[in-house]
């Protein structure tokens, strides 16, 4: 994954919008399955804190978008959308790299993280994002209830219209669990910011993104 040297192709990659995509069909039959067969999970407030998870690519880089946000207390990298149990970073098999989000709903609401999440990624980039690739970095969306899976279906159906051709790629699944990564990759891109994968992808990531949105920023995020 993050690998400690960043070639220049790979960086090439990420700025192409969406080039060498596989197809996605067994991604949404293994989604209709998925929505079919599981009853989504419904998590707890925590001293009035929302969670909310998704998955885009690198947990990292994920992590240090929805940390930027004003609302969000805390993301926690992690795994989820799998099926395998105690999924670790060197073993997570069917998990994909995921981040769970604490947020405080009388500031900012789950509409407006699913805005955050198709905004700050590559929405028709099947199975990765930019130079990660595979079904560790694919994109998943998840739904506590019915009411988060009609705001999330609503806003893919709209993107699609916008899209034309291509297809918002990411799963959208009932949430099951999601199990906390290893302590050192929490707050990763703050704790390392000399790291060639943090310096080329990361932030690139986070900047591109902090300009789309930036009335939900919290002050002082620039990099």
Same mark, same amino acid.
């Given at each position: 994954?993050?690998?400690?040297?960043?070639?220049?192709?790979?960086?090439?990659?990420?700025?192409?919008?969406?080039?060498?995509?596989?197809?996605?069909?067994?991604? @949404? *039959?293994?989604?209709?399955?998925?929505?079919?067969?599981?009853?989504? $999970?419904?998590?707890?407030?925590?001293?009035?804190?929302?969670?909310?998870?998704?998955?885009?690519?690198? &947990?990292?880089?994920?992590?240090?978008?929805?940390?930027?946000? #004003?609302?969000?207390?805390?993301?926690?990298?992690?795994?989820?959308? =799998?099926?395998?149990?105690?999924?670790?970073?060197?073993?997570?098999?069917?998990?994909?790299?995921?981040?769970?989000?604490?947020?405080?709903?009388?500031?900012? #609401?789950?509409?407006?993280?699913?805005?955050?999440? &198709?905004?700050?990624?590559?929405?028709?980039?099947? #199975? =990765?994002? =930019?130079?990660? *690739?595979?079904?560790?970095?694919?994109?998943?969306?998840?739904?506590?209830?019915?009411?988060?899976?009609?705001?999330?279906?609503?806003?893919?159906?709209?993107?699609?219209?916008?899209?034309?051709?291509?297809?918002?790629?990411?799963?959208?699944?009932? &949430?099951?669990? &999601?199990?906390?990564?290893?302590?050192?990759?929490?707050?990763?891109? *703050?704790?390392?910011?000399? #790291?060639?994968?943090?310096?080329? $992808?990361?932030?690139?990531?986070?900047?591109?993104?902090? @300009?789309?949105?930036?009335?939900?920023?919290?002050?002082?995020?620039?990099?």
């Amino acid at each position: 994954m993050k690998k400690t040297t960043i070639l220049i192709a790979s960086i090439f990659l990420f700025s192409l919008n969406g080039a060498c995509k596989p197809s996605n069909k067994d991604h @949404k *039959r293994a989604e209709a399955i998925a929505q079919k067969e599981q009853t989504p $999970v419904q998590t707890e407030a925590v001293n009035g804190l929302k969670k909310a998870y998704f998955a885009s690519g690198c &947990f990292w880089c994920v992590e240090a978008i929805y940390e930027s946000v #004003n609302g969000v207390k805390e993301a926690i990298s992690g795994y989820s959308g =799998g099926q395998s149990k105690n999924p670790t970073y060197e073993n997570h098999a069917d998990h994909a790299e995921a981040v769970e989000v604490l947020y405080d709903p009388s500031i900012v #609401n789950f509409n407006q993280l699913v805005d955050v999440y &198709f905004a700050s990624q590559n929405v028709t980039q099947v #199975n =990765g994002q =930019g130079p990660d *690739r595979g079904a560790s970095y694919r994109s998943i969306i998840f739904y506590q209830n019915d009411s988060e899976k009609k705001i999330i279906d609503e806003k893919i159906t709209e993107l699609n219209k916008q899209l034309g051709d291509d297809k918002v790629a990411a799963q959208v699944l009932p &949430f099951q669990k &999601f199990w906390e990564a290893e302590a050192y990759h929490q707050n990763y891109e *703050r704790n390392n910011p000399g #790291n060639p994968y943090i310096q080329n $992808v990361s932030i690139p990531r986070l900047n591109k993104f902090k @300009k789309k949105m930036p009335e939900l920023l919290k002050e002082n995020t620039a990099h």
